[in-house]
């Protein structure tokens, strides 16, 4: 007598229902993950700018490690301390001058609304049109007070949590040289070790190299624009260029943000119209410049986003953190897709999310790795 054969008609919709319980619990989990951070902004934020701000100084360190006194280099705890020294102390100067500046532009504010009407109201006479409709009337929708009060409360509430940011970044740093260590007990079998920690560098490399040069862009772009306004005569040209050096990390709404807020306060400082078409072309022309050429050549097309994927991450983070949701959204959609493009399994995700699909981090296969990684790699895995 035959066995029996299990009737397996029904395997194929307990996959169906598998993979569509697999993509419900996927879902479900991404929106929790957005709600407890959205619960945990004030400790979220803080926390992410310090992880931004280690890179940074990890950056800067590897830097000033190469200055040799008496024929030797730096120490690598002196070059890391020397960089921490570096980062936090140029940002509380240029968080003083930005709180001061934001403050006065806030309290000058009354005066340019009523310059604003009077440039509205010449323009109107100019057009003869007698009585503008309230629809017409742009002084009537820009209340500058409003406008320039909100980024002054958006730069106070930065500059308040900048102490936590400091302890966050100075723990993240000491915790950095036990990574090796755990790395061995994580992975006791050395070819895996190896694996993880040729991704790990792969990964760790990049996002230095998007956070470096993006500051470092941003910087120039900011202090070109410095230089113009301060020709032009522009007031409060410190605040409008260091607002612009932050705006340049948010995509294509922060530069148009960055340009319109100074090329409007030349349009109402001025008696004539060629000092705001300066300030407007001018700042314009660099961005695209910094932003269109030097950018793309130094870094390169491998960590190229799809305008869609910006959009809709500026929408994503900007929802979920306001204003520092919107400057944060294409480093942490950037890191992610670093992240996914290391390993095979997610890499068709980074792909999805790229510009053009062509992504140079291509999956480490078993071959791939290096016969032997030193450990001391390990230190930079942050």
């Known amino acids: 007598m035959s066995p029996r054969v299990p009737d397996q ?9 598998r993979r569509l319980f697999s993509a ?30 280690v890179y940074l100084i ?20 002196v070059a890391l301390f020397s960089s921490f020294l570096i980062i936090f102390g140029i940002s509380f100067v240029l968080g003083a001058i930005v709180a001061d500046n934001a403050v006065k532009v806030a309290a000058a504010a009354p005066r340019y609304q009523a310059r604003l009407h009077r440039v509205e109201a010449d323009l109107f006479r100019q057009l003869g049109v007698q009585e503008p409709h309230e629809l017409l009337g742009l002084a009537q929708t820009i209340d500058l007070k409003a406008l320039f009060s909100a980024l002054a409360a958006s730069v106070a509430d930065l500059i308040q949590g900048s102490f936590l940011m400091i ?9 950095i040289r036990f990574l090796p260590a755990k790395f061995v007990a994580l992975f006791p079998d050395s070819a895996r070790r190896q694996r993880f920690l040729y991704n790990l560098r792969r990964i760790d490399r990049d996002i230095h190299t998007y956070l470096g040069v993006k500051t470092v862009v941003s910087l120039v772009s900011g202090l070109l624009a410095y230089i113009l306004m301060r020709i032009v005569g522009l007031d409060f040209a410190e605040f409008w260029a ?23 306060l030349a349009a109402v400082q001025f008696d004539h119209w060629g000092p705001c078409l300066a300030i407007g072309i001018g700042i314009t022309a660099i961005a695209q410049l910094m932003g269109n050429v030097v950018e793309p050549n130094v870094m390169g097309e491998t960590l190229n986003l ?13 929802s979920t953190w306001g204003i520092v949701g919107a400057f944060l959204c294409v480093p942490l959609t950037v890191i992610c897709v670093i992240v996914l493009s290391n390993f095979k399994s997610t890499r068709w995700i980074s792909i999805l999310l790229s510009k053009t699909g062509q992504i140079h981090s291509a999956e480490i296969s078993r071959g791939d790795a290096p016969a032997e990684v030193s450990h001391h790699d390990g230190r930079n895995g942050t």
């Open 9 to 17: 008609s029904h395997f194929p919709r307990i996959d169906s229902f």
């Open 242 to 264: 260091l607002l612009l050096f932050v705006l340049h990390f948010i995509p294509t709404i922060g530069i148009v943000v960055g340009t319109l807020l100074p090329t409007l």
């Open 58 to 77: 990890e950056f800067l360190s590897r830097v000033v490690s190469r200055i040799t006194i008496a024929g030797r280099s730096l120490p690598r705890p």
């Open 24 to 53: 419900a619990l996927t879902f479900g989990s991404i929106l929790l993950v957005f709600y407890v951070l959205i619960l945990g902004k004030h400790f979220f934020v803080p926390l992410v700018i310090a992880f931004l701000a």
């Open 306 to 318: 799809s305008p869609l994927t910006v959009i809709l991450s500026l929408i994503l983070w900007g």
């Open 167 to 175: 302890i966050y970044a100075l723990f993240i740093l000491l915790e």
